[in-house]
């Protein structure tokens, strides 16, 4: 796998991340006794490279959980603690914080209810319109894509991609299911 010109296959998580990698999990680890605020400080100030006044991250930290309708007492809560909908916003804050180059959600609106969907999916607008970077969205579902814009769609089966399209394919799934590329 080549990231920004460099091969990245047996790079740990640790050097993916400081070159701007985001990965989103599907069912993300709980991590008792790490804060999620301290947990994203701590990435932000690796990621920067330099110490990052605690009133500063705060400010930076209330206004991306307000974004998110996020209880500003779940900045204190140990990370990935909570339902799926919290773990979920939990990870798009991670993302709006640290602003990754390559942003890559598996499943994000695997087990949310609509209104979680669309939070979520504010989210990722956000990102994509503070960032230049580029994200990649792993889903089962069209609901997330709904709300946003989409450059880009690739239906795969078994391993293979077997239809390119962009907004017009997801519009085409919505209606038509699956099955019609399959019958193809």
């Known amino acids: 796998i080549w990231f920004q010109g ?18 989103s999990f599907q069912s993300p680890l709980e991590v008792p ?15 920067r490279g330099e110490r990052i006044r605690l009133w500063d991250f705060r400010k930076e ?20 603690v909570g339902f799926s909908g919290e773990k979920k916003k939990a990870e798009i804050l991670q993302m709006l914080m640290l602003k990754p180059n390559l942003a890559i959600l598996d499943e994000t ?11 979520v999916s504010k989210g990722v607008e956000e ?11 792993i889903t089962h579902s ?7 814009p ?6 795969m089966e078994n391993g293979v991609i077997v239809k390119n399209g962009g907004a017009e394919l997801v519009d085409e799934i919505n209606e038509n299911g699956f099955g019609i590329i399959k019958a193809e």
């Open 6 to 23: 460099k091969k990245i296959n047996e790079e740990p998580v640790d050097k993916r991340a400081k070159a701007g990698m985001f990965l």
């Open 33 to 47: 006794g790490l804060s999620l605020s301290s947990f994203i400080r701590s990435a932000l100030e690796q990621r």
């Open 61 to 80: 930290l209330a206004k991306a959980m307000e974004l998110l309708q996020m209880d500003p007492s779940y900045a204190d809560r140990d990370l990935n």
């Open 109 to 119: 609106d695997s087990g949310l209810d609509v209104d979680a969907v669309r939070t």
């Open 127 to 137: 990102y994509q319109k503070d960032r230049d970077g580029s994200l990649l969205i």
């Open 142 to 148: 069209t609901r997330i894509l709904e709300s946003l």
């Open 150 to 155: 989409v450059d880009a769609a690739h239906v």
